[in-house]
């Protein structure tokens, strides 16, 4: 993280464990885990599939399912309060408003029976509901130019299979941008998406980081996302975090063994020499 930017701590994740509810017992996703996110950081979160990396991110706003998953260990402050042990009806508030999130899959967060206009108007409603439907759609509108959506009036009125993946994510993104939100929550944004396109959304989350001083925690198995956007990394293996640096520190002089080999595994274009990061 430079040195320009704020340093107050706006998440806090203290000594988190996740278990899910097993024929055997618990079994544990996330165990012990602790980090901090400050204000206007983008921090990265790595590791390789099943490591438990969305498991932690889904429990910053208990979106895991009740009946199977069990905090059963740490606390998460955000803006002075414990998310784990804040009441619904205040989380909801949280929820959106002062947190947003965009999941992986788009295509299955979009409602498909619905067209984008009708989704994005719902999500506005429940912010501005002094709003007529006039003005929701124009903020709608504005909102798809903020994330660089070409031809938004064109877009509104369409479905979400009728929209490329690059198109969706926009949009998902649009959505989290309805609040003041001080933190988003991004699980694996570019995930399906072609070189170019990863490129422009994750381009975008940058600037919108710039533009709006929001803090942002990206969740992603790829190093090359992480060497673009992150000002620190986590790196995340069986639940537990493996190593923590900053993104110049962690390419740079990897610390465990693990971070190497993950290093390792990136494509290069050219023979790695000793002392490369990337």
């Known amino acids: 993280m430079t040195e320009e930017r704020g340093k107050d701590r706006l998440l806090s994740v203290e000594r988190l464990s996740v278990s899910f509810k097993g024929d055997d017992g618990l079994i544990p996703a996330v165990k012990d885990v602790s980090f901090q996110v400050a204000d206007n950081e983008i921090l990265c979160i790595v590791g390789e599939s099943g490591s438990g990396k969305s498991v932690m991110a889904k429990s910053i706003l208990r979106l895991l399912p009740s009946d199977s998953a069990v905090y059963s260990g740490g606390r998460i402050m955000f803006e002075g309060s414990d998310l784990l042990t804040m009441p619904y009806e205040l989380l909801r ?45 124009s903020m709608a509108e504005e909102l798809l130019n903020v994330v660089e959506m070409r031809n938004p009036s064109r877009v509104l009125p ?18 989290a941008l309805v609040s003041d939100a001080r933190l988003l929550i991004a699980d694996e944004p570019t995930t399906a998406l072609d070189a170019t396109i990863q490129s422009q959304i994750l381009k975008l ?48 002089q990897p610390k465990t063994d693990y971070t190497k080999r993950l290093l390792n595994s990136m494509p290069r274009l050219t023979p790695r020499r000793d002392g490369d990061g990337i």
Request: proline share 3%; hydrophobic share 45%.
């Open 158 to 175: 369409l479905y979400p299979h009728q929209l490329s993946g690059g198109m969706r994510q926009r949009i998902m993104i649009a959505m």
């Open 93 to 137: 508030k949280v929820r959106g408003w002062r947190i947003s999130m965009i999941f992986q899959d788009s295509m299955s967060s979009l409602n498909p029976v619905y067209n984008v206009g009708r989704q994005m108007r719902e999500v506005l409603r429940l912010h501005h509901p002094e709003l007529g439907r006039g003005d929701l759609a």
């Open 205 to 252: 989350l940058m600037r919108l980081r710039e533009e709006r001083g929001i803090a942002i925690v990206l969740i992603t198995h790829d190093l090359g996302v992480v060497h673009m956007t992150a000002d620190r990394v986590i790196v995340f293996k069986d639940g537990l975090v493996e190593e923590e640096a900053s993104k110049r520190a962690l390419f740079a």
